[in-house]
């Protein structure tokens, strides 16, 4: 069965704090994805991956970055945490080569609360 | 750049009926694909169903269709027969052949409790 596994459900962290979100995929899935999901905003692209090292911006990357050292890991890292990043997390993962059709998978969520 | 609109934030719906929620789409590409997702209070995201553009006709798969009207630019999602486990969040969301094409560009979702 395919799994996207988000390393944490629950997180409650204080303002200024690093935060790391880990997933890791077992499906050999070329992208991975971070999208951010809020009440009322739907689900927000943070960054993405297509490869191993590589990353690019999606809609709301301000505030985060992210790591890819390995094809299965993808990690979103908040610096400096602050209050505006309370949110669920939801990372993602699809294949390459469908470019138009493939669905993409998703983790469980990761729900960060920032005080 | 591409936009989902769901203009439902909630919807009633009782068991065994049936219920359409909307969806309407911008963009230029020519070629996309159209998705619906199905969010549970649990929070993981299902995949549903999906549409591509130059697909003759409209995507089923069991109880869910995708009434797919291209020149208006809606990719509304129908359930048949609701059952109380359909109860939860649904997204749309639509992938383009510009740019980067892997990512997925969501709605903000329509929140669908089915009744007794």
């Known amino acids: 069965d395919v799994k996207v596994t988000q390393s944490s459900r629950y997180l409650v962290k204080r303002t200024g704090e690093k935060v790391f979100l880990e997933c890791v995929q077992d499906m050999d899935h070329e992208n991975m994805f971070w999208y951010r999901q809020d009440p009322g905003l739907g689900l927000r692209l943070i960054y993405f991956?297509?490869?191993?090292?590589?990353?690019e911006k999606g809609d709301i990357p301000e505030g985060y970055s992210v790591s890819r050292e390995k094809k299965e890991r993808f990690s979103l890292i908040l610096e400096s945490a602050s209050t505006n990043q309370t949110s669920m997390y939801l990372c993602?993962?699809?294949?390459?080569?469908?470019?138009?059709?493939?669905?993409?998978?998703f983790g469980e969520g990761s729900r960060l609360t920032v005080l | 750049a591409q936009k989902i609109t769901q203009t439902q934030p909630g919807m009633f719906v009782q068991e065994k009926e049936a219920v359409t929620l909307d969806c309407t789409y911008d963009?230029?590409?020519?070629?996309?694909?159209l998705f619906w997702y199905k969010q549970p209070s649990s929070g993981e995201m299902i995949f549903l169903i999906y549409?591509?553009?130059?697909?003759?006709q409209n995507a089923t798969e069991g109880r869910y269709s995708l009434n797919f009207q291209k020149a208006r630019k809606s990719a509304n999602l129908v359930i048949s027969a609701s059952q109380l486990g359909d109860s939860a969040m649904y997204f749309c969301?639509?992938?383009?052949?510009?740019?980067?094409?892997?990512?997925?560009?969501f709605g903000t979702g329509t929140r669908l409790q089915v009744t007794l």
């Open positions: 549409q591509g553009s130059y697909d003759e």
């Open positions: 991956s297509y490869d191993v090292k590589m990353k």
């Open positions: 969301a639509m992938r383009g052949h510009t740019g980067t094409a892997s990512k997925l560009t």
């Open positions: 993602a993962s699809s294949l390459a080569g469908k470019l138009i059709t493939g669905e993409l998978f």
């Open positions: 963009t230029s590409d020519q070629s996309y694909g």
